[in-house]
Nanobody
């Protein structure tokens, strides 16, 4: 069973930064798409940032210019650098990986990010 374990969440003041990391138990080279989603209380889960196996990235409009997704194939990790955080970024952040060939996908259990003064 593939496991994804997120870390790096916590409480940060508005304007601050956090870096999330997702450790994947198998080689991420086999996945076509890796991403970070978030779900705020009372809202649907949404894609925050994604990266393809080829390194192409995409971001939600609300985080463009503030968040950066990255991957380390050697370490099997997916990172999310979050800068200039806002209270509306408060949510549980989930790591997700996907294989387009057979539709296999896996989710982490999430890490809570709270932006508050």
């Amino acid at each position: 069973q593939v496991q994804l374990v997120e870390s790096g969440g916590g409480l940060v003041q508005p304007g601050g930064s956090l870096r999330l990391s997702c450790a994947v138990s198998v080689s991420i080279f086999s996945f076509n798409h890796m991403g970070w989603y978030r779900q705020a209380p009372g809202k649907e889960r949404e894609l925050v940032a994604g990266i393809t196996g080829g390194g192409t990235t995409n971001y939600a409009d609300s985080v463009k210019g503030r968040f950066t997704i990255s991957r380390d194939i050697a370490k099997n990790t997916v990172g999310l650098q979050m800068n200039s955080l806002k209270p509306e970024d408060t949510a549980v952040y989930y790591c997700h990986v996907h294989k387009s060939g057979d539709g296999t996908e896996y989710w982490g259990k999430g890490t809570l990010v709270t932006v508050s003064s």
